[in-house]
């Protein structure tokens, strides 16, 4: 069974610019949960979505962030513009349901910004 | 607010030398804690799940633990292989808001 799939693994952009992070969770999973992790902490969740709706984005910048799901399948997130603070690991999971399922995540998307 | 806190934040092991790993949580209504096992430059990987106090479950090495207030994982004889970052995490009341611990990084020296 594959995986979690994130790309691209690293990226490293200037302030003030743009970037897309996509993922493809483990087929049949769905719910899908997007997380921040900035270095020396645990994983903080940014946007969880059900299918394709979202269940929870309280914690996710509104002003700068934004992720969708298309056909409750694949995901992005996307970052415009970033800022320095915004330098982390974005982490995919995926799960069988909104329900304490364990999660399955991906290998992350360093970004740092300059 | 729940929250998550571990600890050490930090522990080096010799080889053989067995110990323990606490997380302690606020929430209301525990429907799960679950354990992660997080190597350098990858996502965490899934150890286990407990759902009520006094729970245990095995894996190799590791023995995970439960009462209402926290979580231990035990690690018994302790190999190289095992040094990793463990990470515990709760579930919010509706299973949302999962609530990662800032995670315990386990060195272990042959």
């Known amino acids: 069974e594959a995986g979690v799939a994130q790309s691209p693994r690293y990226k490293i952009i200037e302030k003030r610019q743009s970037v897309a992070f996509w993922c493809n969770p483990i087929?049949?999973?769905?719910?899908l949960y997007w997380y921040q992790q900035i270095l020396g902490q645990g994983p903080k969740l940014l946007i969880q979505?059900?299918?394709?709706?979202?269940?929870?984005d309280s914690q996710l910048p509104k002003d700068r962030f934004s992720a969708e799901r298309l056909k409750g399948v694949d995901s992005t997130l996307k970052i415009q513009p970033a800022k320095l603070e915004d330098s982390a690991v974005y982490l995919c999971?995926?799960?069988?349901?909104?329900?304490?399922?364990?999660?399955?995540f991906g290998p992350g998307t360093r970004l740092t910004v300059t | 607010e729940d929250q998550v806190t571990q600890s050490p934040e930090a522990l080096r092991l010799q080889e053989g030398e067995s110990s323990s790993l606490n997380c302690s949580y606020t929430?209301?209504?525990?429907?799960?804690l679950f354990w992660y096992r997080q190597d350098p430059g990858k996502g965490p990987e899934f150890l286990f799940t407990?759902?009520?106090a006094g729970e245990e479950k095995e894996k190799e090495r590791l023995k995970a633990t439960l009462t209402k207030k926290e979580s231990f994982l035990h690690i018994t004889a302790p190999k190289p292989e095992d040094s990793a970052t463990y990470l515990c995490?709760?579930?919010?009341?509706?299973?949302?808001?999962?609530?990662f611990g800032p995670g315990t990084r386990l060195s272990v020296l042959p």
């Open positions: 995490a709760v579930p919010g009341l509706y299973g949302q808001n999962f609530v």
């Open positions: 999971a995926s799960s069988l349901g909104p329900e304490p399922y364990e999660q399955y």
């Open positions: 979505f059900q299918n394709n709706g979202v269940v929870d």
């Open positions: 087929s049949g999973h769905a719910t």
């Open positions: 407990l759902y009520s």
């Open positions: 929430v209301s209504g525990l429907r799960g």
